[in-house]
């Protein structure tokens, strides 16, 4: 059974770093992409980030460009995101997934296929 448990999240100022990890199991990880979302209050679930397989591709929404770094340990079945100067419009549910198909690359949600319960980001300004 496949497994994602984020962690990480919290509290932080305008202007402040969080990591967020996400552990996997329950599959070879190492041959699917991988997806960070978010979901803020009232507003529907969005993309954020992606990584390939390889870890050679990755592709960010624009409101994140610049900030956020997605990365991957497939040795240690691990993906993180990395969150500089955030700002309170990044407060949000911040879900990991995986993609459905083994090697192959999309960031549409449609194409991830098992989800984590999700970590809280909150950003005060």
């Known amino acids: 059974q496949v497994r994602l448990v984020e962690s990480g999240g919290g509290l932080v100022q305008a202007g402040g770093s969080l990591r967020l990890s996400c552990a996997t199991s329950?599959?070879?990880?190492?041959?699917?992409?991988m997806g960070w979302f978010r979901q803020a209050p009232g507003k529907e679930r969005e993309f954020v980030a992606a990584i390939s397989w390889t870890g050679s591709g990755t592709f960010y929404v624009d409101s994140v460009k610049g900030r956020f770094t997605i990365s991957r340990d497939n040795a240690k079945n691990m993906v993180y995101l990395q969150m500089n100067s955030l700002k309170p419009e990044d407060t949000a549910l911040y879900y990991c997934?995986?993609?459905?198909?083994?090697?192959?690359?999309?960031?549409?949600?449609?194409?991830?296929?098992?989800w984590g319960q999700g970590t809280q980001v909150t950003v005060s300004s």
């Open positions: 997934a995986v993609a459905k198909a083994p090697r192959a690359y999309s960031v549409a949600e449609a194409a991830f296929g098992s």
């Open positions: 329950g599959r070879t990880f190492s041959s699917y992409t």
